[in-house]
């Protein structure tokens, strides 16, 4: 019994000084994003805001995505430019598009949680919006994607090697659903 103790001791003890510092995580959205999000219950609002998200820390890493442009007069609702090492903005890039597979994900596991806007005279539901938000993901994704292939390229870091993998991946997989989609019906105008 004795033994265990000291064995336990003489491994557990180097162990406590080895340990690297705990570290706070750094959050990957700026309050005010975190707001926006929240708002939206509507996934094609919310797929939106995230993919914007996403456009905002590829203009923090001065790289052209071919997003939509963002005005100072935005930046009140959307808050600060998101700052942060270039790996940062990468693992954030990532992160983000994570949720937004996941967002996704949990609703087409639960179409029956779909929230309808009860400011709508005529509110949409899951099969409406549900595609357009897999769509609009899409769009994006083929957009990142090439940007990222070029970043790929030119990094010699690892770890933001990894994260630019991991992006492209999951950009891979989101252009891919698409065609689990139903086929894209236009209304006519009359």
Request: with cysteine; charged share 35%; hydrophobic share 40%.
């Amino acid at each position: 019994m004795k033994a265990a103790i000291i064995f336990a001791l003489l491994i557990g003890l180097p162990m406590l000084f080895l340990a690297s510092p705990v570290c706070a995580q750094r959050d990957y959205f700026t309050p005010e994003e975190v707001e926006l999000i929240r708002e939206a219950q509507q996934i094609d609002q919310r797929i939106d805001i995230l993919t914007f998200a996403i456009d905002r820390r590829f203009a923090a890493l001065k790289l052209d995505v071919n997003g939509p442009k963002i005005s100072t007069k935005e930046s009140e609702k959307w808050g600060e430019v998101p700052k942060g090492t270039r790996f940062d903005l990468l693992y954030d890039i990532k992160r983000i598009l994570q949720k937004a597979i996941d967002d996704i994900d949990n609703l087409s596991e639960r179409p029956d949680s779909f929230v309808i806007d009860p400011n709508e005279k005529k509110p949409k539901g899951f099969t409406e919006l549900f595609p357009k938000a897999v769509r609009s993901l899409a769009r994006a994704a083929e957009r990142y994607r090439p940007v990222l292939t070029t970043e790929l390229d030119k990094t010699i870091d690892n770890a933001e090697k990894g994260s630019i993998l991991d992006s492209l991946d999951k950009c891979d997989q989101i252009i891919q659903s698409v065609a689990k989609l139903p086929a894209d019906i236009k209304k006519a105008k009359n």
